[in-house]
C-alpha cells in the first residue's frame, strides 16, 4: 500500500509540476501587487515563506481534487453511500487500493490541520477544524460539477487528516513559541 501510494505522489507530482509552480507564482505575484499597493501589510520573510508553502500546497489539493476538469454532458454524481460503513458492518472487503486511496484523503489534508494554526494566530490549537471542514465541505460539494463524484467517506477521512494536522501542530505551538510568533508576525 505504501509503495502505491508513494508511486502515485511520484507521479502526480511529475504531472502537475508545472501546474503548482505556475499557481504558486501567481498567488506569490498577486500578494506582491497587494502588499506594494499597501492593500496588504508586509509581513515577515518567515511568514512569507510559510504562506509560499501553503499556497504551493493548496495548489496540489485543487489539482488532485479537480484535475483533470472534465466537461461532458454527464457531471459527477453525489454518493451517499458509505464504503466505511460498509465495512463496518462487515458488508465490504477492502483490497489495497481502497485502503490506499483512504489513507490517501487523510494524509491530503495533514498538512493543511498542520500549517494554519502555524501560520494565523486566529486558527491556533483546534480553531483551524471548522475552517478545515468549510474546506473539506467546498472541495466535495464542487468535485461533481467539474465532472468527478462527491464521496461522504472523503469528508469524513479528509477531517481526520485535518484533526490529526492540528493535533500534531499543538506540540510544536507549545514548544516553540517564540519561532511560531516570528512565523505569524
Not at 498538512?111 to 468549510?134: I, Q, T
Request: contains cysteine.
Amino acid at each position: 500500500m505504501l509503495t502505491m501510494l508513494f508511486d502515485y505522489a511520484l507521479t502526480f507530482a511529475q504531472e502537475q509540476l508545472p501546474a503548482l509552480l505556475a499557481g504558486t507564482a501567481l498567488f506569490l505575484f498577486v500578494r506582491y501587487l497587494l502588499c506594494r499597493r499597501g492593500v496588504l501589510a508586509r509581513r515577515s520573510v518567515p511568514h512569507e515563506a510559510g504562506l509560499a508553502l501553503f499556497a504551493l500546497y493548496l495548489c496540489a489539493v485543487f489539482s488532485l481534487t479537480f484535475f483533470p476538469f472534465r466537461i461532458t454532458p454527464y457531471l459527477g454524481c453525489y454518493e451517499f453511500n458509505s464504503t466505511l460503513l460498509a465495512m463496518t458492518r462487515g458488508e465490504y472487503t477492502a483490497g489495497n487500493w481502497v485502503w490506499a486511496m483512504m489513507a490517501g484523503n487523510v494524509l491530503m489534508l495533514v498538512p493543511f490541520g498542520f500549517l494554519a494554526p502555524l501560520l494565523w494566530e486566529r486558527l491556533r490549537g483546534l480553531r483551524v477544524l471548522p475552517v478545515g471542514l468549510v474546506l473539506i465541505l467546498t472541495i466535495e460539494l464542487l468535485q461533481p460539477l467539474t465532472g468527478r463524484s462527491f464521496d461522504v467517506d472523503d469528508i469524513f477521512l479528509n477531517f481526520l487528516g485535518v484533526l490529526i494536522g492540528a493535533l500534531f501542530s499543538l506540540p510544536v505551538q507549545v514548544l516553540f513559541p517564540k519561532q511560531i510568533a516570528v512565523l505569524r508576525s
